[in-house]
């Protein structure tokens, strides 16, 4: 039986096996100060001396990085991280099938003319594709929501880089709806 240890690594090896995946501001010290800063804001702000105020994020800060806390904080980083990832490769996969079916349809179904082309085999090509991209939008929906739920429960406000991925699939998925079949 595999220990938590064990399962953190194995994690962490798998998602890095994809590609180092880089987020500004998503390193575990970070993510730890932020999240003791914004969780629990009002608690430090009622301390009455600054150095009350340090002993008390220093011990909340020791739930995070030394205590039970550690391995949920992990768990949610490794979350945004291979969710990003998997969610900004799909999203390359899809927008070059869009690309690649845009394409095919404006080619001929044949050349020549030794035989009349079958519409019907082009409308049912077409909603085969059609079906394998909203499958794929599905997953990377998916990926996004957790990824999503992940930064909710660090108080990690996404940067820039990967807002901008989402924005990308929300293009992409209007782009892909808007296909038509027939």
Excluded: H, W
């Excluded at 993510?31 to 009455?48: I, Q």
């Amino acid at each position: 039986m595999a220990t938590i240890d064990e399962m953190t690594t194995t994690m962490n090896r798998l998602i890095d096996s994809e590609g180092s995946v880089s987020i500004p501001g998503l390193d575990f010290s970070s993510v730890v100060d932020n999240l003791v800063e914004k969780k629990y804001a009002d608690s430090l702000s009622a301390c009455e001396t600054s150095t009350e105020r340090m002993e008390m994020k220093d011990r909340l800060s020791k739930y995070y990085t030394e205590g039970e806390g550690k391995l949920a904080v992990q768990t949610e980083i490794a979350s945004i991280k291979s969710n990003f990832s998997a969610a900004k490769d799909q999203l390359s996969f899809v927008s070059e099938a869009v690309v690649a079916n845009t394409a095919s349809n404006a080619l001929p179904p044949m050349l020549g003319a030794a035989v009349a082309p079958n519409p019907l085999y082009t409308v049912a090509e077409n909603k085969v594709k059609l079906n394998q991209m909203k499958a794929m939008l599905k997953n990377i929906s998916a990926c996004i929501v957790n990824l999503l739920k992940s930064a909710i429960n660090l108080m990690f406000q996404l940067p820039s880089s990967v807002m901008a991925v989402i924005d990308t699939f929300a293009t992409v998925k209007s782009a892909v709806e808007s296909i038509p079949v027939a």
